[in-house]
């Protein structure tokens, strides 16, 4: 079994910055494909950002495009999710996703696909 823990949630004002962080432990390989999702209060659950190992590719919401920045560290078996020029409308609870495999391309943007879960970290954006 595979555990996500996210870090780096907070408040911030607009315009500002943070860096989420996703550790996957548990197993001895780290998921193939890792996104980030997020869920504000009374919506669905959303995609923001994916990123796969195995082609190195990571695909954006457009809601978040050239503001936000998904990477990964192999090597410490973590996502991060930069988030830069925040706006109030991304206030919200932000899960990292997991799956051991890479994900079709039509598909990472829907959360029922993903094999893990976090618990999720709160970032508030006030206006």
């Avoid at 943070?18 to 432990?25: K, N």
């Avoid at 197993?27 to 504000?40: E, N, V």
């Avoid at 943007?109 to 709160?122: I, L, N």
Wanted: contains cysteine.
């Amino acid at each position: 079994q595979v555990q996500l823990v996210e870090t780096g949630g907070g408040y911030v004002q607009t315009g500002g910055s943070l860096r989420l962080s996703c550790e996957a432990s548990g197993r001895t390989f780290s998921p193939t494909t890792m996104g980030w999702f997020r869920q504000a209060p009374g919506k669905e659950r959303e995609f923001v950002a994916v990123h796969t190992s195995s082609d190195r590719t990571t695909f954006y919401a457009d809601s978040v495009k050239g503001r936000f920045t998904i990477s990964r560290d192999n090597a410490k078996n973590t996502v991060y999710l930069q988030m830069n020029s925040l706006k109030p409308e991304d206030t919200a609870v932000y899960y990292c996703a997991g799956h051991p495999n890479r994900i079709a391309l039509g598909s990472r943007r829907t959360a029922s696909v993903y094999s893990y879960w976090g618990q999720g970290t709160q970032v508030t954006v006030s206006s």
